[in-house]
């Protein structure tokens, strides 16, 4: 399966190299490089300036060393990035989606209802609770180890630890 490194955050801002210090609100964001995803951070200060073109954003802060290391992502990002990927074809970014819909499904947000093949792929109907839009969901038919290695990746994504 391919796969692709994610960074860390550097603790600086991508758009004035400036240290983002513990307490400091920011923006993580991903890019899509055309292969891949690459997470960047932006000052408040340089996203509300020059509002740098993003794939998906959210807004986060630096947390106290003092803190404990927050294991959550809010569930609106977790939406987001979802419909986001709607109309995605490539490999990488359709098994995120797949991935993102499992643990949709897990915290009882999505709601599979059926399935039909198509081109020789088995697609899922799902839908949001307490919405009628129903969203097309391709199973990549991932083993055990993939849906892993794609939660690992994703994990590093949204988290982006410094």
């Not at 060393?65 to 709607?86: H, Q, T, Y």
């Not at 609770?129 to 939660?151: A, F, M």
Request: charge should be negative; proline fraction near 3%.
């Amino acid at each position: 399966m391919e796969q692709w490194q994610v960074d860390r955050s550097s603790g600086k801002c991508m758009g004035t190299g400036k240290k983002l210090a513990p307490g400091d609100e920011y923006y993580a964001a991903l890019i899509d490089t055309g292969v891949s995803f690459q997470r960047c951070d932006y000052s408040c200060e340089y996203w509300e300036e020059h509002q740098p073109k993003v794939y998906s954003f959210w807004k986060t802060r630096i947390p106290e060393p003092s803190e404990k290391k927050k294991m959550f992502v809010d569930d609106g990002i977790l939406i987001n990035f979802f419909e986001r990927l709607a109309d995605e074809r490539e490999q990488l970014k359709v098994n995120f989606r797949f991935v993102l819909a499992l643990i949709l499904m897990r915290k009882r947000m999505l709601k599979y209802e059926d399935s039909k093949v198509e081109e020789g792929k088995e697609i899922w109907k799902m839908r949001f609770v307490r919405e009628t839009d129903v969203h097309e969901v391709v199973n990549p038919r991932l083993d055990d180890e993939q849906i892993e290695q794609v939660s690992h990746e994703l994990s590093s994504i949204l988290h982006g630890e410094l």
